[in-house]
């Protein structure tokens, strides 16, 4: 996936103007459906247990393993009648504008391909099964649905605020890497996670990371990795919980930042309510 750190900043040709592509699903190979086969089987053996009721209840509701890649025509109408969104292809990464867009109107952009059987295990940059198997289930339930449509349309607004920076890291650590404490124990609700059969054990069960209680400003002010496990995560009581953090107005949570420096991965300040410090033994010893 290299070849994905480019971003284009027009379409690209075969793309309309909103970036959007057809799937194209008749087109999948075989071995492209088997690779989706193998990489559902193997996280429904991993995520019992770990990956919140949420995302398990959404996975169950779109039915996404009824052999292969799924196809968009028929996942579509399910999503559709139970929160309003639908999933789109995109050729790739897509511009922040694009991207925000698409949020802002309950479309969420899919990556179009499928990693190869050699990446099963890692992977720089989403394809189909991160972007269905890890993002699509949670957009069947009714408050992340609204999240993620807030999110796009507060991620214009950063935008035009200079405060994109900010704002991805609550993307980062919610969307992609949130874990939620579900009262009878820690479990996924991060797309980036939940994608991962090695990350989807690490995050829950590894003493190396610290998980440190959801605090929006405190969020926004940390770094984060892309090429390996999280060294913290942030952990949510609830989405409802998340919903309504988020609602307020982020403004002077803005001019505040201006203000403030960043927080280094492994710190932990003060006033962090730490669920589990971590020994960082993982990182320590040189990661991946
Ligand atoms: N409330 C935010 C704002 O005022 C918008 C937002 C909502 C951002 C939900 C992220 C998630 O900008
Ligand atoms: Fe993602």
């Known amino acids: 996936m290299a070849d994905f750190e480019h971003v284009f900043q027009s379409p690209p040709e075969g793309a309309a103007a909103?970036?959007?592509?057809?799937?194209?699903?008749?087109?999948?190979?075989?071995?492209?459906?088997?690779?989706?086969?193998?990489?559902?089987?193997?996280?429904?053996?991993?995520?019992?247990?770990?990956?919140?009721?949420?995302?398990?209840?959404?996975?169950?509701?779109?039915?996404?393993?009824?052999?292969?890649?799924?196809?968009?025509?028929?996942?579509?109408?399910?999503?559709?009648?139970?929160?309003?969104?639908?999933?789109?292809?995109?050729?790739?990464?897509?511009?922040?504008?694009?991207?925000?867009?698409?949020?802002?109107?309950?479309?969420?952009?899919?990556?179009?391909?499928?990693?190869?059987?050699?990446?099963?295990?890692?992977?720089?940059?989403?394809?189909?099964?991160?972007?269905?198997?890890?993002?699509?289930p949670m957009l069947t339930d009714p408050d992340f649905a609204d999240y993620m449509q807030a999110y796009g349309k507060g991620g214009q607004r950063a935008q035009s605020l200079g405060m994109l920076k900010n704002l991805a890291r609550l993307y980062w650590y919610t969307v992609e890497f949130g874990l939620i404490d579900q009262g009878d124990g820690l479990r996924i609700y991060g797309a980036g996670i939940v994608s991962s059969a090695s990350e989807s054990v690490f995050a829950v069960e590894d003493p190396s990371p610290n998980r440190i209680a959801f605090d929006l400003e405190r969020i926004m002010r940390t770094d984060y990795r892309i090429d390996d496990f999280q060294q913290v995560y942030f952990?949510?009581?609830?989405?409802?919980?998340?919903?309504?953090?988020?609602?307020?107005?982020?403004?002077?949570?803005?001019?505040?930042?201006?203000?403030?420096?960043?927080?280094?991965?492994?710190?932990?300040?003060?006033?962090?309510?730490?669920?589990t410090r971590g020994t960082q033994t993982y990182a320590d010893k040189g990661g991946r």
């Not at 929160?83 to 309950?106: M, Y």
């Not at 609602?247 to 960043?262: A, M, V």
């Open 18 to 136: 909103d970036w959007t592509i057809s799937q194209n699903w008749r087109a999948y190979t075989q071995v492209e459906h088997d690779t989706w086969d193998t990489l559902y089987a193997r996280q429904m053996e991993i995520l019992p247990g770990r990956a919140s009721d949420a995302f398990l209840k959404g996975l169950s509701a779109l039915d996404l393993n009824t052999g292969g890649i799924p196809d968009f025509a028929l996942m579509n109408p399910k999503l559709k009648a139970l929160t309003g969104w639908t999933v789109v292809c995109v050729p790739g990464l897509v511009p922040d504008e694009v991207f925000f867009d698409h949020l802002a109107n309950r479309r969420f952009p899919s990556g179009q391909f499928i990693r190869r059987p050699d990446q099963l295990d890692y992977l720089q940059e989403p394809d189909i099964f991160h972007d269905v198997f890890g993002h699509v």
């Open 235 to 275: 952990v949510i009581p609830s989405i409802e919980a998340l919903n309504d953090a988020t609602l307020e107005d982020f403004g002077p949570i803005y001019d505040r930042l201006k203000g403030q420096s960043d927080i280094g991965i492994t710190a932990i300040q003060p006033y962090d309510r730490v669920i």
